[in-house]
């Protein structure tokens, strides 16, 4: 696989949580492309994450929030809404950002043809090219790679040369992006995906609060990104608020809420009045 930097190889991190989620009796989704994705370094990152997120290592009463659910009921809440979102559509375009090791091209059952513009970095795309091969994508879905830096100048021209419609509703997903970047990142990437969609569209994301990032309980997995040279630089108290600056009517949720739960969130859900608590928010909204 091509030589990832810091942020790219957590992505091998999120392929070897879906493997293992995979594995399981009860999965909430199957990825048969995940282990051969994550490799030996995206199993060698989820073993890191495990030892630093199990109780008896932190030294604390109070378990680390689960990153293994978490990864779980992100990828299933993202899936079903993305399928629901193409079902509705006419002529549906996906994009999904920054998209790492994603294979929702290849292994969603899309209810109708698709087109799913993969958004990221020519040598991020280039390593999952390099694993998956020649491997089709389901005859629903049609595949775009858009070699782009979600950073750089030029991902607007290259989503639209690869046959992106701006005036035709689509659905986006920044899914494990917005925590590695600064609140001006933010502000750029969200100012631009406003700019590159019609009204009507949907725009999807996770993101962490900005009390995250200073919570005690979150503090041994901090460490570890902060290790790996990918630390998170940026949390949001109120995502309705920040969506709405961009055009964008926000529904959120935290895992173990009704409607992102699963049967698999095992922490207590925190209500949103209560101030000073380290919070996770699946994001889904609506541009106006």
Same mark, same amino acid.
């Given at each position: 696989?091509?030589?990832?930097?810091?942020?790219?190889?957590?992505?091998?991190?999120?392929?070897?949580?879906?493997?293992?989620?995979?594995?399981?009796?009860?999965?909430?989704?199957?990825?048969?492309?995940?282990?051969?994705?994550?490799?030996?370094?995206?199993?060698?990152?989820?073993?890191?994450?495990?030892?630093?997120?199990?109780?008896?290592?932190?030294?604390?009463?109070?378990?680390?929030?689960?990153?293994?659910?978490?990864?779980?009921?992100?990828?299933?809440?993202?899936?079903?809404?993305?399928?629901?979102?193409?079902?509705?559509?006419?002529?549906?375009?996906?994009?999904?950002?920054?998209?790492?090791?994603?294979?929702?091209?290849?292994?969603?059952?899309?209810?109708?043809?698709?087109?799913?513009?993969?958004?990221?970095?020519?040598?991020?795309?280039?390593?999952?090219?390099?694993?998956?091969?020649?491997?089709?994508?389901?005859?629903? #879905?049609?595949?775009?790679? /858009?070699? !782009? @830096? +979600?950073?750089?100048?030029?991902?607007? $021209? *290259?989503?639209?040369?690869?046959?992106?419609?701006?005036?035709?509703?689509?659905?986006?997903?920044?899914?494990?992006?917005?925590?590695?970047?600064?609140?001006?990142?933010?502000?750029?990437?969200?100012?631009?995906?406003?700019?590159?969609? #019609?009204?009507?569209?949907? /725009?999807? !994301? @996770? +993101?962490?609060?900005?009390?995250?990032? $200073? *919570?005690?309980?979150?503090?041994?997995?901090?460490?570890?990104?902060?290790?790996?040279?990918?630390?998170?630089?940026?949390?949001?108290?109120?995502?309705?608020?920040?969506?709405?600056?961009?055009?964008?009517?926000?529904?959120?949720?935290?895992?173990?809420?009704?409607?992102?739960?699963?049967?698999?969130?095992?922490?207590?859900?925190?209500?949103?009045?209560?101030?000073?608590?380290?919070?996770?928010?699946?994001?889904?909204?609506?541009?106006?």
């Amino acid at each position: 696989m091509e030589t990832l930097d810091a942020v790219a190889r957590t992505s091998l991190l999120t392929a070897a949580l879906r493997a293992q989620e995979s594995r399981r009796p009860d999965r909430l989704f199957r990825d048969p492309y995940a282990a051969r994705l994550a490799g030996v370094l995206g199993t060698d990152l989820f073993g890191r994450i495990g030892d630093a997120t199990r109780p008896h290592r932190t030294g604390s009463a109070r378990p680390v929030p689960s990153t293994f659910a978490y990864n779980a009921i992100r990828t299933r809440y993202f899936d079903d809404l993305l399928l629901a979102r193409v079902a509705e559509a006419d002529r549906p375009q996906v994009v999904i950002a920054a998209a790492g090791m994603d294979t929702r091209a290849h292994r969603l059952p899309w209810p109708c043809p698709v087109d799913v513009f993969e958004l990221d970095r020519p040598a991020v795309l280039a390593a999952k090219e390099s694993v998956l091969g020649a491997e089709p994508a389901p005859p629903r #879905a049609t595949r775009h790679k /858009v070699g !782009a @830096d +979600l950073l750089g100048p030029d991902w607007t $021209t *290259a989503l639209t040369e690869t046959g992106y419609d701006p005036d035709r509703p689509s659905v986006w997903l920044l899914e494990g992006i917005l925590y590695y970047l600064t609140e001006e990142q933010v502000g750029q990437v969200l100012g631009r995906v406003r700019d590159a969609t #019609a009204p009507g569209s949907t /725009v999807a !994301a @996770d +993101l962490v609060s900005a009390t995250a990032l $200073t *919570a005690p309980a979150v503090a041994p997995l901090l460490a570890v990104f902060e290790t790996w040279g990918c630390p998170w630089l940026s949390g949001h108290d109120e995502p309705e608020a920040l969506f709405a600056e961009y055009g964008i009517e926000a529904t959120v949720r935290q895992p173990g809420e009704p409607g992102a739960d699963f049967g698999r969130w095992p922490d207590p859900v925190p209500p949103r009045h209560v101030p000073g608590t380290g919070r996770v928010f699946l994001v889904q909204g609506r541009r106006l």
